[in-house]
């Protein structure tokens, strides 16, 4: 385990360097940490709510839109028609994550008009998002995406980070050649930044923390086990930043408690993960909200937030973050 007390960040003026030289007119909100060093993942929230946006509301800066993120200007997890109403100007990602494929994360019109190069499904439904998207870009006449196939576990490099897709506990109807399709989690790393992106889910499931490097099984501090290509073998590492849903808002009896999260269920699950050393942030950065119970779609984050046990943030649309 690395000694997080010479955890160093970046400093607003160099963000703003490289955001300027990735043809980005944008400012970073926040920043964590106050020195030199070139660390931590630039995340943007282009919508942090649930499912149920309505057009008539984009107008409307407290609604929060489906959710979606933005990461160093070159990467999105999750892309809807909604993404777009937050993209910095002159933004032109380079490739898309999908964590599964409901209508709030998932739609191949938006895709193909991103002009993201690559999207990266998770495999039981790739062949069937090909299709999809291929004949989005037919109709749209602009050229498709390559859609790339991402089993569990394998980590592939995009924009200078490494995103590795695990599972998630959701669940849609999707069914590509007799399989069901499996939704993700992400890990997204940049040098020494391990960034957590969950949603949707009902907690971690335990095969996605044995990837991860958070499961019961491994010890924090302990050595690193020798390279494997098992993605379940994994060494004890801490994640330095985390993004969870919170759709089931305070209701912790939520009859969606299969497939999301209420906000006790993120409080319980950041406390341990703190308490034992396997999440490890940077000094005054939260656990971040996202995917908001349709109760807060209008409520200003302030609200939401002297709502929220400690430790705890709600996203907005925009905001924009450099964690880890
Ligand atoms: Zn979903
Ligand atoms: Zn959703």
Known sequence: MKNMTTRR??????????????????????????????RGI????????????????????????????????????????????????????????????????????????????????QETWSAAARKEVAEAAA???????????????????????????VPANHSTSRVTDGVLERTSLYLVEKGPSRLLYATDTGGIPGDAARMIGIDPHVTPGTKK??????????????????????????NDDDFRIFVHSSVQTVARIANMLKRTKRLVLPPGQSVMLTHLAVKYRSWPSEKINAELPEGLRAA???LELLLG
């Open 225 to 250: 086990k020798p390279f494997t290509d098992n993605p379940y073998v994994h060494a004890a590492e801490p994640i330095t930043a985390f993004i969870m849903e919170a759709t089931n808002g305070a």
């Open 139 to 165: 109709k749209l006449n602009l050229p498709a995406p390559e859609v790339i196939a991402l089993p569990f576990g394998k980590a592939v490099e995009e924009s200078g980070m490494r995103f590795t897709g």
């Open 316 to 318: 907005y649309d925009g």
């Open 9 to 38: 960040h970046f400093l607003a003026s160099t963000a703003a360097t490289a955001l300027a030289a990735a043809g980005c007119s944008t400012t970073i909100a926040e920043t964590v940490g106050s020195t030199t060093s070139n």
């Open 42 to 121: 630039r995340v943007r929230f282009l919508g942090s709510g649930a499912a149920g946006w309505k057009s008539e509301w984009a107008k409307n800066p407290h609604m929060r839109r489906q959710s979606s993120l933005l990461l160093e200007n070159k990467v999105m997890i999750d892309c809807t028609m909604c993404a777009f109403d937050k993209m910095p100007a002159g933004c032109r990602p380079e490739a898309l994550f999908q964590t599964h494929s409901h209508g709030d994360h998932y739609n191949p019109s938006a895709a193909v008009k991103s002009g993201v190069k690559r999207m990266y499904v």
